[in-house]
């Protein structure tokens, strides 16, 4: 298994602004998603971060939106930018761990509310 | 489009009741599907992974079926207890990525 968290594990912000969520996983995995879970709803990929080299974006999520750095195999940052309230939402990362059979291990979640 | 339904309704038994939650998909071809848990404010945690070539596994008291011709997953607890009480995704591979497609989930609440 893997051990993953996350940092801020909720946050408050202002329309406009952008935040920047990172993940840590206790071990090198080779596989690292980013998920949105929108309140009542169930998880929807954004994106698979990918090391070294820029992320593969599910539709209906770009870039310049959601820039996510992947700078090894333990750690990768997924920034929401120029937020409105529709980006209120919990983001997970998960990670797919070595020699597992695509089994996933998630991080506790960011809660990010934007006013 | 591919599509994972999960019955949206709680399911609400009984302790010691043996629940059971479905999953339905269309337009997939999975080579496996799998079952989360997911508590209130909490990512969600793995339970159990079947293959397309099994038709059933068993974990404790979890049973999954897994039947590809219905394009369906029964997930069973057996001897239930209020510690269940949980939301049940379901979720697939596809499309020639990594990644999991999840279904809406299913709350179940057991009373005691």
């Known amino acids: 298994s893997a051990v993953i968290s996350q940092k801020p594990s909720r946050d408050i912000c202002q329309r406009g602004t952008s935040l920047t969520i990172q993940c840590q996983v206790d071990?090198?995995?080779?596989?690292m998603f980013w998920y949105r879970q929108q309140p009542g709803q169930s998880l929807t990929l954004i994106a698979t971060?990918?090391?070294?080299?820029?992320?593969?974006?599910e539709s209906g999520f770009v870039i310049d939106k959601f820039p996510i750095s992947r700078p090894n195999l333990t750690f990768s940052t997924l920034t929401v930018s120029n937020m409105s309230p529709e980006d209120s939402s919990i983001y997970l990362c998960s990670v797919e761990a070595a020699g597992s059979y695509n089994e996933q291990f998630f991080g506790p979640g960011t809660r990010l509310t934007v006013l | 489009s591919q599509k994972i339904e999960q019955n949206s309704e709680a399911l609400n038994i009984q302790e010691g009741k043996t629940a059971t939650l479905t999953c339905n998909y269309t337009?997939?071809?999975?080579?496996?599907l799998q079952w989360y848990r997911q508590d209130p404010g909490r990512g969600p945690v793995f339970l159990l992974l079947?293959?397309?070539?099994?038709k059933e596994k068993r974990k404790e008291r979890l049973k999954v079926t897994f039947d590809t011709t219905l394009k369906q997953s029964l997930f069973h607890i057996t001897a239930s207890q209020p510690a269940d009480s949980a939301t049940y995704l379901c979720a697939l591979e596809g499309g020639g990525r990594r990644a999991l497609t999840f279904g809406s989930g299913t709350r179940l609440q057991v009373q005691p």
């Open positions: 971060a990918n090391q070294g080299s820029e992320a593969t974006y």
């Open positions: 337009n997939y071809s999975p080579a496996y």
């Open positions: 079947i293959r397309e070539n099994e």
């Open positions: 071990s090198q995995v080779t596989m």
